[in-house]
């Protein structure tokens, strides 16, 4: 079975600061990764996503999160964040192996909330 | 190309009723699953539907059920609702892989 841990429920920041909102993942068999955005009243939008490759993975609206095997983590950063951004951040895993299916498994969130 | 769509948006039921929430897919993705997104368990999977087959059911009572028409159109239901089913559903839909793309999803009530 896996899990997911967003420690931080929410991260306060200053419009153009950079930010970095955790993850860290618990699983017996390989994943998949990925990280969604909800605005309020809104379904879920994915901002990027590890499936192989390249640890290191660019997503949309300047959002990237690298790849960290050993320390089982899929940290989100943004050099500098727009009010904009603020949001609920969600991180999420799904098992990659053959005949897996789609199920996500789901962080409990990061509200990041910036201010001005 | 049109996104996941949800009907209806939102639905406000009382105890005991039954609830059916229909998902229209991404035209050509075959996979459509559920979530329940609630303040206290977070986002839940539900169940995923694969060409009109249960491929994977989530850990929620056999209130909640679901199916997939040929067209790959899902639709779920929940019978005799509880307060505790007040939640958003979403449901979300994909090709083949395993990136999914969400609905708005439907806000359910239950009073």
């Known amino acids: 079975a896996q899990s997911v841990t967003q420690l931080d429920s929410q991260v306060p920041v200053f419009e153009e600061a950079p930010v970095e909102l955790r993850c860290n993942y618990s699983s017996s068999v390989s994943v998949y990764l990925f990280w969604y955005v909800q605005y309020p009243n809104q379904g879920l939008q994915l901002l990027l996503k590890y499936l192989s490759g390249s640890t290191l993975v660019k997503g949309i609206n300047g959002f990237e999160a690298e790849f960290n095997k050993s320390q089982t983590s899929f940290h989100l950063r943004k050099p500098s964040v727009h009010i904009s951004d603020t949001a609920e951040y969600f991180c999420a895993v799904s098992e990659s192996s053959s005949g897996a299916t789609n199920k996500l498994i789901f962080g409990t969130g990061t509200l990041l909330a910036v201010q001005p | 190309k049109a996104g996941v769509t949800q009907t209806p948006r939102y639905l406000i039921k009382t105890r005991g009723q039954q609830v059916t929430l229909s998902c229209s897919p991404i035209?050509?993705?075959?996979?459509v699953s559920w979530y329940q997104q609630t303040p206290g368990q977070g986002l839940q999977f539900l169940f995923e539907?694969?060409?009109?087959?249960?491929?994977n059911k989530g850990n929620f009572p056999g209130r909640f059920s679901g199916r997939q028409f040929s067209n790959s159109r899902s639709e779920m239901n929940v019978s005799t609702l509880e307060l505790g089913d007040s939640a958003l559903y979403l449901c979300?839909?994909?090709?083949?892989?395993?990136?999914?793309?969400f609905g708005p999803g439907t806000r359910l009530t239950v009073l």
């Open positions: 539907y694969f060409s009109e087959t249960q491929r």
């Open positions: 979300a839909s994909s090709l083949e892989g395993p990136e999914q793309f």
């Open positions: 035209s050509g993705h075959r996979s």
